[in-house]
């Protein structure tokens, strides 16, 4: 839906509230054309019905407004003496219309005097229920938003079961581009537990056109981001013709990565190791590159070994005896790569650090034996693989690099001639808003999902020759700011290597307190609100959000006690 498009749109519901309260307001001693005035009439509604005048701000948030609305038109019915059970569901089932009838059918005089205390404890729970909703939604969508963390790829920083607080507005509230969605879920309903999975939380029509509240910072380098993954547009971004399904800006999947690159850059991959505009880019102290290493070691390195300077993403070898199909298929789950068989029925497996689940192991009373092995591949920091090669049972310990030169196929622009992979990648560079670039054969691939999609032109290519919106281009000017994300676990981590640039408007905010974290049901109380940001160790803000809402408590025990005995 265009500008226009939701302009006119917007002054149908004006009619149509118009056509279906402009007695009511004659009624209450209005005049017939203050129904008519946008946004006026809103505040002329909201005297009538002795409610607070800022609700009317509460009307023009999308998501929240679909909320508010069932109110009002509650409300406008009570104020004409339609006050019944009955009434509430007439109203709310008709979507509002049955105000036509109160407005045309019936001649009830406006009840000026009505009180505004819910009848019922019943109504006074809904109420106060149906606010505070309101009230989460409204934080939710414009203010500040709960996240978790589901992948390592920015382990050591971020890490799997931090629970985030991410910050709209740093970078600019975006209004939801989806007018009708259930307040405070993503893309999906909660269904599960009765069976039933990946029913939409939203409809995809109608949409409102990309608008962004101001922000008060801009997105730098090293930033970490939240945003909707661009590409969850394709059931596969490389080869789009697997199936085709579009959702809707503020519906796409959240990920967060750390911005390595801005508007304006280029970018370069050097044996794992990103480069800005030539040199070398410089994390932050918090910031712990990981890269996989091959660790060898003649005497065999068992895993309570290697957990003395690592206890993540690592392989561990485990000799095992089937004697079922049933077991095979229970461990097979857990394995990551193809089982070696030793002899007969027994097989040597790998699996990441986790192992085999005991239950698992006593579920199916598996004989298993983890194995110590001459080499290990572990994920880990140059810092750890520097300290492992000063151990004397070690080896050696020699970094998994993909030469340059060597293709990826999987990597964008997805061009073979290019011979890019995740280790050696590039140089790139990312579009800025303003910025006119050359477009032939050569450039196009770079940027035609930013034409085609992010932009939303009309891109054709006939031969040779290339065409936007109908007309033959050989340049394009980019209408936004792009960025470049990534994982600071380089080799296990899906990002902008894979599907490229990340557009502002798909940007979502900035996290900004780790607010819970948890790890195989153990609460990791050290990281309790703790800052994302900043230099040096993180440090817990725990206590102090403790005293402080132990002091907010007593304080309003006592008030409520004062106001008691007074």
Not at 250 to 265: M, P
Not at 372 to 398: C, P, Q
Request: with cysteine.
């Amino acid at each position: 839906m265009t500008f226009t498009e939701w302009f006119i749109f917007f002054i149908l519901v004006q009619v149509i509230h118009f056509a279906g309260t402009w007695k009511l307001y004659q009624r209450a001693g209005r005049k017939a054309w203050e129904a008519a005035i946008p946004i006026y009439n809103a505040i002329v509604l909201l005297g009538i019905i002795k409610r607070s005048k800022w609700w009317v701000f509460l009307l023009f948030f999308p998501i929240v407004n679909q909320l508010m609305f069932p109110i009002l038109w509650i409300e406008t019915a009570r104020s004409f003496g339609f006050n019944k059970r009955k009434d509430t569901a007439l109203v709310l089932l008709t979507f509002g219309f049955y105000l036509f009838y109160i407005n045309y059918a019936t001649d009830t005089p406006y009840k000026a005097d009505r009180s505004l205390k819910p009848r019922t404890g019943l109504g006074e729970w809904v109420s106060s229920i149906a606010f505070a909703i309101i009230a989460a939604t409204m934080v939710h969508t414009y203010v500040m938003q709960p996240y978790t963390i589901p992948t390592s790829s920015l382990e050591k920083t971020l890490l799997v079961g931090d629970y985030l607080f991410v910050s709209k507005f740093h970078y600019g509230a975006r209004f939801p581009s989806t007018m009708v969605a259930a307040p405070m879920l993503h893309d999906s309903l909660p269904t599960s537990f009765i069976g039933k999975k990946n029913i939409k939380s939203y409809l995809k029509k109608p949409q409102l056109p990309y608008l962004r509240i101001p922000g008060f910072q801009k997105i730098k380098r090293n930033d970490i981001v939240v945003f909707n993954w661009p590409v969850d547009t394709l059931a596969h971004w490389i080869d789009p013709s697997k199936g085709i399904d579009y959702k809707p800006l503020d519906k796409k999947t959240n990920y967060v990565k750390r911005c390595v690159g801005i508007a304006g850059d280029t970018l370069e991959v050097r044996d794992g190791y990103v480069y800005i505009n030539g040199e070398r880019n410089i994390l932050p102290d918090r910031a712990k590159l990981q890269f996989y290493n091959m660790i060898y070691s003649s005497k065999g390195l068992s895993t309570s070994k290697l957990e003395r300077y690592t206890s993540k993403e690592f392989e561990r070898k485990f000799v095992i005896s089937f004697t079922s199909q049933e077991q095979y298929r229970a461990v097979m789950n857990y394995v990551i790569e193809n089982p070696e068989n030793v002899k007969d029925n027994q097989y040597k497996i790998t699996t990441s650090d986790g192992g085999i689940p005991q239950q698992i192991i006593n579920a199916y009373r598996l004989d298993i034996k983890e194995v110590s092995t001459f080499k290990r591949k572990a994920n880990i920091t140059d810092e750890i693989a520097e300290k492992l090669r000063k151990d004397s049972e070690v080896d050696s310990v020699i970094k998994v690099i993909e030469p340059k030169g060597v293709l990826d196929r999987n990597v964008f622009p997805n061009v073979a001639s290019l011979g890019w992979n995740t280790d050696n990648y590039g140089p790139i560079y990312i579009p800025k808003e303003g910025t006119t670039v050359a477009l032939d054969k050569n450039s196009l691939p770079f940027y035609k999902r930013i034409i085609g999609e992010y932009e939303h032109n009309q891109l054709d290519v006939i031969g040779e020759h290339i065409f936007i919106n109908g007309k033959k281009a050989n340049s394009y000017t980019f209408k936004q700011d792009y960025y470049w994300m990534m994982g600071d676990n380089r080799q296990n981590s899906l990002d902008a290597r894979s599907w490229g640039y990340v557009p502002f408007d798909h940007v979502v905010g900035k996290p900004v307190l780790i607010w819970f974290s948890i790890e195989n049901g153990k609460v990791r109380w050290e990281r309790l609100f703790t800052t994302v940001g900043g230099d040096g160790e993180p440090v817990s803000y725990l206590l102090y959000f403790l005293i402080a809402l132990g002091g907010y408590i007593a304080y309003s025990f006592l008030k409520k006690k004062k106001k008691t005995t007074s």
